[in-house]
């Protein structure tokens, strides 16, 4: 039962992870072809010395056919000099004006590739949502979360450790499972909750809270469990009915991540998909 419950990463487990696979693979071959869209040959040091000793070639050609013509004189000594010039700074001018509509361009390209990629990015996650609350709703009754849709939002916000716990106000609250995370360890982290109020806090601000420093902002139960595993960083989600604390996701991290507001949002929105399995 434990092992269903907390899905073990080694081989006495191996969750379903057909969903995470196509989803890891669709980013890459969407980076992949962002990277191929602006990939443009933009205006190097030997690009632009290439196109200035075509310039220069061809104002020393019209020097020369300027003095092989046959009607040549001798004022031709004065004004085909600053001819000449005249017709480098002119190819010059017309390879900077190229040059600079290159990078536009290539600018341009960039960010519509950019655009493009967000767009798609933000279909995709709100199809593997979509995929979790099913799975969610389907699960609802069971007592376990599925270790799918753990395994997903590891993926979706590169979390070392997913964990939600299920409450009420007559036992507390219980680990309902943890990915990837030992048996041994889903016991001591059942417990921390159990014998800590570690989410009292979080009861009371009912939003999304970062932590950064467990030791000082949390209970040392959990601090004790997120030092031991090389946690230093967790992110908590209440899930709230009626504005009462019914569970909480919580996001762990070894390195600090960059939680802004809409990945704040997202969080939540993903926290918001465990009402229907609470």
Request: with cysteine.
């Amino acid at each position: 039962m434990l092992t269903r419950v907390w899905g073990l990463p080694d081989h006495h487990s191996k969750p379903d992870t057909g969903h995470c696979g196509c989803l890891q693979s669709f980013l890459v071959s969407l980076s992949a072809k962002t990277k191929a869209a602006i990939r443009l040959e933009l205006p190097t040091l030997n690009f632009r010395l290439r196109y200035y000793g075509f310039c220069a070639v061809v104002a020393l050609a019209f020097m020369l056919m300027g003095r092989c013509t046959d009607d040549f004189d001798g004022w031709a000594e004065v004004y085909l000099p600053f001819i000449g010039a005249t017709m480098l700074v002119i190819c010059l001018a017309g390879v900077e004006c190229h040059l600079f509509l290159r990078r536009i361009g290539a600018e341009r390209a960039s960010h519509l590739a950019s655009r493009e990629e967000a767009e798609l990015r933000a279909i995709e996650r709100q199809r593997a949502f979509n995929r979790m609350w099913q799975e969610l709703a389907d699960s609802r009754g069971s007592g376990a979360i599925p270790v799918t849709v753990l395994t997903e939002l590891v993926e979706l916000f590169s979390a070392d450790l997913v964990a939600a716990w299920s409450g009420d106000t007559a036992s507390g609250f219980h680990l309902a499972g943890a990915y990837p995370l030992t048996i041994d360890g889903a016991v001591r982290l059942d417990r921390v909750a159990q014998m800590s109020p570690c989410f009292e806090r979080l009861r009371e601000t009912q939003r999304v809270m970062s932590v950064s420093n467990p030791k000082q902002e949390t209970t040392k139960a959990f601090a004790w469990f997120c030092e031991e595993n090389a946690l230093h960083h967790t992110v908590l989600c209440p899930v709230l009915v009626r504005r009462d604390l019914v569970g909480v996701l919580v996001f762990f991290f070894r390195e600090k991540p960059q939680v802004t507001s809409k990945v704040a949002e997202e969080m939540q929105a993903a926290a918001n998909l465990f009402l229907c399995a609470f």
